[in-house]
Nanobody, 125 residues
Framework: HVQLVESGGSVQAGGSLKLSCVAS????????MGWFRQAPGKEREGAAT????????YYGDSVKGRFTISQDKDKNTVYLQMNSLRPEDTAVYYC????????????????????WGQGTQVTVS
């Protein structure tokens, strides 16, 4: 059983929001964790990923400079700090855990190999 618990919320444009994803220790140490998002009518896209062993991170072009992914290994938790939020950031955000491939640098590949949380709605108005 894979359990990924996310938290989201609603903010005004220009504001900030921090997402949290708590995973089981076994899932968390699969090597790569990340955040994807899916807006209405659009496909799911990668926002940020992190190699849990060495903290190497990768970001999608649309969020670079605004979002920061980080982790707390002791809590089996990955975070997504979102700043300077825009209405276009409105989406369901999904926490992703690599299911074996460790493709943190390749969002498209990781998307096909991940276990997912249930998703959390982020609304920017």
């Amino acid at each position: 059983h894979v359990q990924l618990v996310e938290s989201g919320g609603s903010v005004q444009a220009g504001g900030s929001l921090k997402l949290s994803c708590v995973a089981s220790r076994k899932i968390y140490h699969r090597y790569c964790m990340g955040w994807f998002r899916q807006a209405p009518g659009k496909e799911r896209e990668g926002a940020a990923t992190i190699y849990t062993h060495d903290n190497i991170t990768y970001y999608g072009d649309s969020v670079k400079g605004r979002f920061t992914i980080s982790q707390d290994k002791d809590k089996n938790t990955v975070y997504l700090q979102m700043n300077s939020l825009r209405p276009e950031d409105t989406a369901v955000y999904y926490c992703a855990a690599d299911n074996g491939g460790g493709y943190c640098a390749n969002f498209r590949r990781l998307k096909t190999r991940s276990n997912w949380g249930q998703g959390t709605q982020v609304t920017v108005s």
